[in-house]
């Protein structure tokens, strides 16, 4: 025998937990360019729907200022999920890599494998992020509970309603709207003109995203990098071409490569992923089960609690 069986366990785990401290696959994912990503620091998310402040009102000196009137609406309260994976090292194993030695075929095979199987269990972890925020924008219109916004309604909705008296009706949802550059630029027209729940104007974005998949990659290129306007036989020149550099363009697989349905989303949207627990590891010796075992647990939600600065447009 090369090895005791409490070494062999070792050489085990020391490969396993070498790849878990080295592997950082998150980079590879695109939720973490689209949604803003921070930590939760308590066990629920809580938001409150309130009005913000109107312009300063004029005086004259000495005059007492009237308090302001705050708008209240509903309460938003997100909890996180939970998601976990596990594999298992058998006991035999164990045995046949301390009986084999740390230098035989078969013994770096094996290792090479639970090598391979503790990196994907970490792209596992991110790869369910990045579908979890793709589901919220592939499910914009849904009116199922978890998709919805502190309004109460869809995150894209042609009737989102403002605090205001009377209320301010407005719509962030296009269908069957084409990807054409005069279809963009519609789009940033309408989000820099949303109003508030007071009603008021909102500060316009001076940098925007285009969401969208592989279908429509090359009408990227067409739509923000041609000089000339594109579709047109009057040749006259592409407004969009002279902004490219605040537009950045997000290629999101995960919405499907086949998906036809695209975004816009301007800074300081409020598309969330919000980490209650980032993944982490754990691993137990399982006696009733003769295995090493290794998990990975792990808490987050995707959410918004505002509509605005963000236009979509899905798939017919």
């Known amino acids: 025998m090369y090895y005791t069986m409490a070494q062999a366990q070792t050489l085990i785990e020391d490969t396993i937990d070498e790849i878990i401290d080295v592997t950082d696959p998150e980079p590879d994912y695109m939720y973490n360019s689209v949604f803003k990503v921070s930590d939760m620091p308590r066990g629920q998310h809580v938001v409150y729907r309130r009005a913000g402040l109107d312009r300063p009102s004029p005086r004259v000196v000495l005059q007492d200022l009237a308090p302001v009137n705050f708008k209240e609406g509903s309460k938003q309260t997100v909890d996180p999920l939970l998601w976990g994976a596990q594999f298992a090292v058998a006991k035999e194993t164990i045995k046949d890599v301390a009986d084999a030695g740390p230098h035989d ?57 403002g605090l205001d008296n009377p209320q301010t009706s407005q719509s962030n949802l296009s269908t069957g709207a084409a990807f054409t550059p005069s279809v963009v630029m519609a789009g940033i027209s309408a989000m820099n003109t949303q109003r508030d729940d007071r009603g008021n104007l ?63 989303l301007g800074e300081g949207h409020k598309l969330q992923w919000k980490w209650r627990d980032h993944p982490e590891f754990s691993k137990d010796s399982d006696f009733s089960a003769n295995a090493l075992k290794y998990g990975m647990t792990m808490r987050g939600v995707p959410f918004h609690d505002d509509w605005r600065k963000v236009i979509c447009y899905p798939s017919s």
């Open 105 to 161: 075929g078969d013994t770096v095979a094996k290792l090479l494998d639970f090598s391979n199987f503790t990196s994907e269990m970490k792209h596992t972890a991110f790869w369910r992020v990045d579908t979890e925020c793709a589901d919220k924008l592939l499910n914009c219109t849904s009116t199922d509970t978890k998709y919805l916004g502190l309004d109460g309604l869809a995150l894209a909705s042609a009737a989102h309603l």
């Open 202 to 264: 909102m500060r316009a974005p001076k940098k925007w995203k285009v969401v969208t998949t592989e279908a429509n990659r090359w009408k990227c290129d067409e739509i923000f990098d041609t000089e000339k306007a594109v579709y047109s036989a009057e040749n006259q020149k592409n407004p969009l071409y002279k902004i490219r550099g605040d537009i950045e363009r997000v290629i999101w697989n995960e919405l499907g490569p086949t998906y036809t349905g695209w975004f816009i």
